[in-house]
């Protein structure tokens, strides 16, 4: 491989605004209001002096795009267990562009271990029970949107809770998530799983409370509060004293791959979820390998409100053994066409072509996406 990549050298870079719609309007969860219908991510594409480039999620500034320009791919690549590459997190443009370079898919790139179809779950049922237009629906609006999520060809789903941490009073928004999960459980067919999420407002106390109520619906319960190794070992251990198998899921908000291992070292939780935006590819790779070792604990990665990352984290899933699930953000782009990565009956099935993600529109690119973003050296 390195002999290709010698052959190679960076040009340019551009760092740009990508907007995409989702496929319907996202309320509140338990600490933020409603998120809308479009997401905004930063995108880099890498040029070079071939017909080759490399786009993907990154939050990279002009300075830190200079300093790769004139280099050859090959001074830019190493993928050695817990290496980072120029790059830094900001690698999946990177990961792009040595697989279009060798004519290998990322998952390729890093070990061709997972399955061509990955399981996937709906991660957008949030709060619209509270959403003024479906206020004469209540509950009846998340049945709705979980059918949706079924025709759509999701056989998971995670549901948001803790409503009584803003939106409700503590006693009323807990009786609305019990009834949420209570009713979806109702409505769901054979073979369909539940998880819940509680975006860390639920505390240990009240964690327990509602896995008494509706554990046995969820298969997992995630971010019940804040990452702690302390905590989670009380609820697991609460959990299973009390005959309730619902996994500990947790990790997205730390950023420290040191410390998501040494949480689950230490048996703080059941499922650990690196955002596959904050890490990048490299060091999720590096984390995958280290928690392969850790033969009770799953991965599943994190990424909402990323159109480009979400693809990169299924990349990721074929490529790295061990991922159970990955959540899917179900959005819509003008930049690129993913008609090739098909849904069906809760798998996602991961392309076999060179590169990272879906394929990008040069014509939208230069007429939209160029005029307003940042450039360093030629494209």
């Not at 730390?254 to 059941?270: E, M, N, S």
């Not at 979400?310 to 790295?320: D, H, K, N, V």
Request: net charge negative; glycine share 12%; proline share 4%.
């Amino acid at each position: 491989m390195t002999g290709v990549l010698d052959d190679i050298t960076i040009t340019g870079v551009v760092g740009f605004d990508h907007t995409t719609h989702r496929r319907k309007f996202i309320g509140r969860n338990a600490r933020r209001d409603v998120h809308g219908s479009q997401a905004t991510e930063p995108v880099i594409r890498i040029f070079t002096d071939r017909e080759l480039d490399g786009v993907g999620f990154g939050r990279l500034t002009p300075a830190e795009a200079q300093g790769i320009v004139g280099k050859s791919l090959s001074a830019l690549w190493d993928l050695h267990p817990g290496a980072r590459s120029a790059l830094g997190r900001a690698d999946h443009a990177l990961f792009d562009l040595v697989g279009k370079a060798t004519g290998r898919p990322a998952w390729s790139l890093m070990g061709a271990e997972g399955p061509e179809r990955v399981p996937v779950y709906d991660t957008t049922l949030y709060f619209s029970d509270l959403l003024p237009e479906y206020a004469g629906k209540g509950v009846g609006r998340l049945v709705e949107e979980f059918d949706g999520g079924l025709r759509q060809g999701f056989r998971a789903f995670k549901i948001k809770v803790g409503r009584g941490a803003k939106w409700m009073d503590a006693e009323s928004g807990f009786a609305r998530d019990v009834e949420v999960v209570r009713q979806l459980a109702s409505a769901a067919p054979a073979g369909v799983t539940l998880m819940a999420d509680a975006n860390d407002q639920f505390g240990l106390e009240t964690a327990r409370r509602f896995l008494g109520e509706v554990g046995e619906h969820l298969w997992f319960l995630e971010e019940p509060f804040p990452e702690s190794a302390a905590e989670g070992r009380v609820l697991r251990e609460w959990s299973g004293s009390n005959g309730i198998g619902t996994l500990l899921a947790d990790g997205e908000s730390q950023h420290d791959p040191a410390v998501l291992l040494a949480i689950a070292r230490a048996g703080g939780l059941d499922v650990l979820q690196p955002d596959i935006r904050a890490l990048g590819l490299a060091l999720q790779c590096g984390l995958a390998r280290d928690v392969a070792k850790l033969s009770r604990v799953d991965l599943a990665p994190h990424c909402w409100g990323s159109y480009l990352g979400t693809f990169q984290m299924l990349q990721l899933a074929r490529g790295i053994a061990g991922v159970m699930t990955c959540e899917i953000d179900s959005m819509t782009s003008d930049l690129f066409d993913d008609a090739d990565w098909v849904l069906k009956d809760g798998f996602m099935h991961v392309p076999d072509r060179p590169g990272c993600g879906p394929i990008l529109r040069e014509d939208v690119f230069r007429q939209k996406y160029l005029p307003g973003a940042w450039q360093v050296g030629s494209i």
